[in-house]
């Protein structure tokens, strides 16, 4: 698994420098496709006298390019195996498959790429092959002189095919957008924290937190149950007056628990929930502040709340322990965190699929349907593609998430070395004990020193 980013899309889509750009922004390896591919191609008997001789510009350059579709197959497979955690520039014919079963192989391919961004002018497919057909014919002219109206031909295939919707993850529509527009576009929708100070670790957010119409949906699909039920009191009984909500999303839990006079604090890095959260009755009643836990500061809390698996966004160890010192420094002496995380004993992923999660959901953008399924499960940690179907449009946004799954004795150690005392481990929300086959862990701990 990886967080490779893959763009795809016809000639003259402005792949290439969105590409260049948004390898420097994100501070990621750019790998040309266009470059690489002849060493690809020849690993499996590539002819270039062949080719040569196909490229010529007789008519039929289209029904001839299917010369190259095997080979075009297989530099996706390796490109995608030998370069993880870069930024992909494939060729226009990299996304674009006639034939099922090597569409099928490039579909395997890609699954195990986070991010799969096809550029296109327009949602309107005969403006967009104008839009990309006169940069083409002007590239062609600077170029080599001349126009071959084949390739004009090809490169409308190459936009008109549905094979490369099918395998983005995400369309950008660049309009009349710069490429660094576009870049930035890019960076918002997948969520990479922007306000990233460099050398700094980006939070890497689902589209689910970034997309003002995920985020609408986010209520509707998490309602209030018994998990908020199971915090409220928590709170209660503590007698917490300062409290910290890391992750707060739209801010559902974070709202009910300031009253009283506490004072409440919701913390989360993606912009488009905390303006979601913002707009909510009683929202005034809370400090939003944009941020990871390095915007806790050290306020000297009560309690610190991690609710709705928050703790499984910390995908590598490093970011979880980081996470904990910016929770312990943020509490006082004896004040507590409450969390909970899935279990991996109980394999709940394998029952993720779209047969057993399909939901249909009345939103403010109409009736719109939901399902998930898993696509790998590797090193602890779940990647899956959530799609949420908007029925009054036909558009699909498709979510790649992973999900860190730590063990009862991984939590607990990191804990244990993050100066906190375990004082509780329930299996579920009506508090009993956890054990193997629980569910969930819920870990409540305190930090050491000062009196509970
Ligand atoms: C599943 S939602 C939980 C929201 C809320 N706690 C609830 O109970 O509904 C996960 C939240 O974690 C936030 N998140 C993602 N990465 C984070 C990070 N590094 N630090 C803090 N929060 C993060 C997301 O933006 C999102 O709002």
């Known amino acids: 698994m990886c967080d490779t980013i893959a763009l795809i899309g016809p000639m003259c889509a402005g792949k290439s420098s969105t590409a260049r750009l948004l ?121 080599a002189g001349t126009v071959n109206p084949e390739a004009l031909r090809l490169n409308a295939h190459f936009v008109n095919h549905p094979s490369s919707r099918q395998l983005a993850t995400q369309i950008i529509y660049t309009g009349e957008q710069t490429p660094e527009q576009v870049c930035e576009t890019i960076v918002q929708n997948l969520g990479l924290n922007a306000s990233a100070k460099p050398g700094e670790p980006l939070t890497q957010l689902d589209r689910h937190y970034t997309d003002p119409r995920l985020v609408d949906l986010y209520d509707i699909e998490n309602p209030h149950g018994p998990d908020f039920d199971f915090f409220l009191q928590l709170a209660d009984e503590l007698h917490a007056q300062q409290i910290l909500d890391l992750g707060c999303g739209t801010g559902l839990l974070t709202r009910q628990l300031a009253v009283d006079g506490r004072k409440v604090t919701g913390v989360d890095p993606a912009a488009a929930m905390l303006a979601y959260a913002r707009r909510q009755p009683g929202a005034e009643q809370v400090t939003w502040v944009e941020g990871n836990s390095s915007a806790l500061g050290t306020p000297n809390a009560d309690l610190v709340l991690m609710t709705s698996n928050v703790a499984q966004v910390f ?9 904990l010192g910016h929770i312990h420094a943020a509490l006082r002496p004896g004040g507590h965190l409450a969390f909970e995380s899935r279990n991996p004993a109980d394999r709940g992923w394998e029952q993720w699929n ?11 953008h109409g009736p719109v349907e939901t399902w998930l399924e898993v696509v790998g499960v590797e090193n602890a940690r779940v990647q899956f593609r959530g799609y949420n179907l908007f029925k009054k449009t036909g558009e699909v946004l498709v979510v790649t998430s992973t999900l860190r799954y ?25 508090r009993e004990p956890f054990n193997n086959s629980s569910r969930m862990m819920v870990f409540i701990a305190r930090r050491s020193g000062g009196s509970t």
């Open 315 to 323: 995908l590598d160890d490093e970011q979880w322990a980081t996470t």
């Open 23 to 143: 390898a420097t922004r994100l501070g990621m390896a750019h790998v040309e496709l266009d470059r690489l591919r002849w060493d690809y191609y020849q690993e499996i008997g590539y002819d270039e006298q062949m080719a040569t001789l196909l490229r010529s510009s007789e008519p039929g350059l289209l029904e001839r390019s299917n010369y190259w579709k095997p080979f075009e197959a297989y530099a996706v497979e390796r490109a995608v195996q030998d370069f993880p955690g870069c930024v992909l520039d494939f060729g226009a014919g990299n996304g674009v498959y006639e034939d099922a079963a090597l569409f099928a192989r490039v579909q395997q391919a890609l699954a195990t790429v986070a991010h799969v961004i096809l550029l296109l002018p327009t949602p309107d497919l005969a403006e967009a092959t104008a839009v990309v057909n006169t940069r083409l014919a002007q590239l062609l002219q600077e170029v």
């Open 406 to 430: 730590r063990s009862y004795a991984e939590i607990s150690n990191s804990l244990s070395k993050a100066g906190f005392i375990i004082e509780q481990v329930y299996g579920n929300w009506q």
């Open 354 to 364: 779209p047969a057993t999660t399909l939901t249909q959901l009345e939103t403010p």
